[in-house]
Structures are given as C-alpha cells and as structure tokens.
C-alpha cells in the first residue's frame, strides 16, 4: 500500500494487471478517448472561426472550409470524427451488453450510460450549429417535443428557445452548450476509468478475479496503438475521400424557416430513438418511449443482485443479444425512412421487442443459469 500511494500514476497505468483473455473488443474505451481529444480540440479551432449569427452563420461555415488555411480538413474531421465516436461508444456499450458488464461493474456501466446521453447532448446541440436546413428544422422538431410535458411544456420550450421560436437566443444556448459540454464528458471519462481500475477490467470469461492476469504495458498498450492506426485510416478515408458521405444533403441549404424539408430527420447515430418515437402515435408517449430507450440502460445493474452465468457459457443469452443487435439496426433503418407504410407498421412492433428484451431477457440474467442447468 505504501509503495502504490507514492507511485507515479503513469507507472500505476502501465502495470495495471489485465486479463490477458481480453480481445480487440476492449480496444472500444481507448478509442473513444482519442477520439474526444480529437473533438475538443479540432471543435477549438473552429470556434475560432465560427460565428453565431443567424445572418452569418452559415456564411462563417463555408468561409471555414473555404478560405480558412486546412479549414476544411478540421471541419471534416470534426464531423466525421462525431460519427466514428458513436461508432465506437454503441460497440463499446454492445461490448458491456454481451459481457454483462453492468453486472460486474454497476458504477461504471451507470457512468458509461451517463457519458452516452451526455453525448447525444452535445452532438445534437453541435447538429444545429451549421445552421442549414436540416440543422433549423432538426432543432425546431426535437425541441417541440418538450411541450409535450404537461402543464411547464409550453414555457420549457420557450425557455430553451430564449423566445417565441428557435431564433438568434437558441443559436447563441446551443453553441455555448456545445463548446462546454465536451469537457463535462471528459471529467465523466476520467471517473469511469477511476471506478473501472477499482475492480480491474472484465474478461470474456466473465471473472474479475480468479483469472489470469498480464501488466497492461507492453501488451495491451501496443494493442491499443493499433485500434489508433487503424482508427486514423479510416478517419482520413473519411476526412480527404468521403467527407459528406455521413451527412445530410438537405444541411448544405442556408436555413429557410418558409421552406419545410421533404423528411426531417435527425443523424444516423438518432435514428433507432426516432424510430421508436414515431412508432407511438401519442405525443407525450412518444416522449416518454423516446427518453426510456436511452434511460432505460440506467436499470440493467438492478440485475446484479446475484451473479449470472457468463455469457461466454450461456446459449441462449447469446442468441438473444444477436437478435437485439438485429433489431437495433432494424430500427436505425425504419428511423431513416418516410413517415408513410408499411414503414410506420414496422417500427411498432420493433419498438415494443427492444423494451421486452431489456425487461425479460437482460433484467433477468439471474434466471440463466436455472434454465440452461
């Protein structure tokens, strides 16, 4: 104990023992804090830049990737680099689903959940800042859906607006919200990984501590230097080849509050809560179903009252785990289509699985190994 509390951090870090079972599905947490130091600071430099005027501020966009010196790299990075983030945050948590992680690491995983809607947060906010079409109408839809709360819906609105419609004061909210925001996920991330080195990581084996451990340097560290490289290929394919591929086409349009797009949908990574929302044709209950899609990753460590059989051992959780996976990307797709049938039909039935599969088949692992026994 005396030797560890005088112990260089860094040091501390290199010798963390690891389960020398873990695979490249650990590579997930890594990847993600590079990628938030990459937000912040290419978020910085156009900040510089960027002005939040609703006369200007689509002009101060296209003058950064114009005129501004590699500007058009940062801002490629930097929306692509929102895309690869959620890329890595949905395997990383799809990584914690599979292994049970918020059995084994109650405080983590509720961590990690609050990292992911802070996230949302931001990137929704960061989503408007262009103000193009899809940006205006994006934030005029998702924000109308807080009147939807009886009796303060319509003044939170106007609260959150600064007035009477999304105007010059939301920009003004939004953009400060959204430059903030990133460091609050960053003092998340260091609590995370706090809580994480309290017990050490999972394996796939599931044990946290009758298993055989390695020191973290140099294998694992070496192994995250790869996920790096591998992760700086694919952002440059994206950032010099394929930098609007992610986007909407409807965003390069200056925003027209007369002229109300075709299909008003938010991004990819916001598709499946969409989905969900439309699919009830209730408003306040296409709130609240919307808000649990998210929240309801809040409740799985109430499972942990009593070991489950690891997954790496338990069929039937595996197959379930793959259908889940299976729905999610349905509900990403029906998210993305017009509101008309047959895609309408489909997302109701879609949309009452997720939630049974969270209720029965992961608030219930206790129960596995009485069924497969």
């Not at 590079?34 to 156009?46: A, M, Y």
């Not at 690869?84 to 949905?90: D, H, Q, S, T």
């Not at 938010?266 to 998210?294: C, D, H, N, T």
Request: net charge neutral; proline share 7%; glycine share 8%.
């Amino acid at each position: 104990m005396h030797k560890l509390r005088h112990e260089n951090p860094a040091e501390h870090l290199l010798a963390l023992p690891s389960p020398v079972s873990i695979s490249i599905w650990w590579n997930g947490g890594s990847i993600l804090g590079l990628l938030l130091g990459l937000q912040i600071l290419t978020g910085l430099f156009l900040s510089m830049h960027y002005t939040a005027d609703l006369v200007n501020t689509f002009s101060s966009v296209i003058h950064i990737v114009r005129d501004t010196p590699s500007g058009w790299l940062f801002r490629n990075f930097h929306a692509n680099g929102a895309s690869l983030f959620f890329v890595f945050i949905y395997l990383h948590m799809a990584r914690g689903l599979y292994y049970q992680s918020y059995i084994t690491q109650p405080r983590t995983w509720l961590i990690g959940v609050t990292i992911f809607i802070v996230s949302m947060a931001t990137a929704f906010l960061g989503y408007v800042l262009p103000w193009g079409q899809m940006s205006f109408w994006g934030a005029t839809v998702i924000t109308n859906l807080l009147s939807a709360i009886p009796y303060l819906g319509p003044s939170v609105v106007e609260w959150v607006w600064g007035g009477f419609s999304v105007g010059q004061s939301t920009l003004n909210r939004f953009f400060s919200l959204h430059f903030i925001l990133p460091f609050l996920i960053g003092g998340l991330s260091a609590l995370h990984l706090i809580f994480l080195h309290e017990k050490g990581s999972t394996s796939p084996l599931g044990d946290l501590t009758h298993v055989s451990k390695t020191p973290f340097h140099p294998y694992f560290s070496w192994k995250d230097l790869a996920g790096f490289l591998a992760l700086g290929i694919v952002l440059v394919l994206l950032g010099f080849f394929y930098p609007t591929i992610l986007g909407d086409p409807e965003n390069f349009i200056p925003a027209n509050p007369m002229v109300t797009p075709v299909h008003i949908q938010p991004e990819w990574y916001f598709l499946f809560a969409y989905a969900i929302l439309r699919s009830i044709p209730s408003k306040l209950g296409g709130v609240v179903a919307l808000g649990m899609s998210v929240a309801i990753f809040y409740f799985l460590p109430l499972a942990s009252g009593k070991m489950a059989t690891p997954a790496a051992f338990t069929p039937p959780y595996q197959v379930a785990f793959w259908f889940f996976i299976m729905f999610f990307i349905m509900l990403t797709w029906l998210g993305a289509c017009p509101i008309e049938e047959p895609y309408m039909s489909l997302a109701v039935p879609l949309t009452f699985i997720y939630f049974i599969w969270f209720l029965v088949l992961i608030a219930a692992p206790v129960y596995w190994k009485k069924f497969i026994s």
